[in-house]
Nanobody
Framework: VQLQASGGGLVQSGGSLRLSCSVSGRTLSNYHLGWFRQAPGKEREFVAAISGRGDSTSYKDSVQGRFTIDRDNAKNTMYLQMNSLKPEDTAIYYC??????????????????WGQGTLVTVSS
């Protein structure tokens, strides 16, 4: 499975960005997909995830209500719509795939495949 994230950039506080993650190599519906982020000097953290069929989602508390994760298995693509961005959202955002049976996982070590990351910078 190969993943490639795109859509990052520089935006002012309160603005919006939409990240995309193109996935190739396997049957996409067999994988939960997730977004993680890593800010300078900090550990990588969970942001959001969506089940293989797209019928279940999970969010980090601080992005709940501002970010929306979605996927289009026909297009082999996952999205992260980010609204009301804050400076603390500044980070490199990574997309990842987890071949996991059952509930969505929020732990990075349970994701087997990772994209290269896209930088999101929110200015105050």
């Amino acid at each position: 499975v190969q993943l490639q994230a795109s859509g990052g950039g520089l935006v002012q506080s309160g603005g919006s960005l939409r990240l995309s993650c193109s996935v190739s190599g396997r049957t996409l519906s067999n994988y939960h997909l997730g977004w993680f982020r890593q800010a300078p000097g900090k550990e990588r953290e969970f942001v959001a995830a969506i089940s293989g069929r797209g019928d279940s989602t999970s969010y980090k508390d601080s992005v709940q209500g501002r970010f929306t994760i979605d996927r289009d298995n026909a297009k082999n693509t996952m999205y992260l719509q980010m609204n009301s961005l804050k400076p603390e959202d500044t980070a490199i955002y990574y997309c990842a795939a987890s071949f996991t049976i059952g509930a969505i996982v929020r732990v990075a070590t349970l994701y087997q495949y990772w994209g290269q990351g896209t930088l999101v910078t929110v200015s105050s």
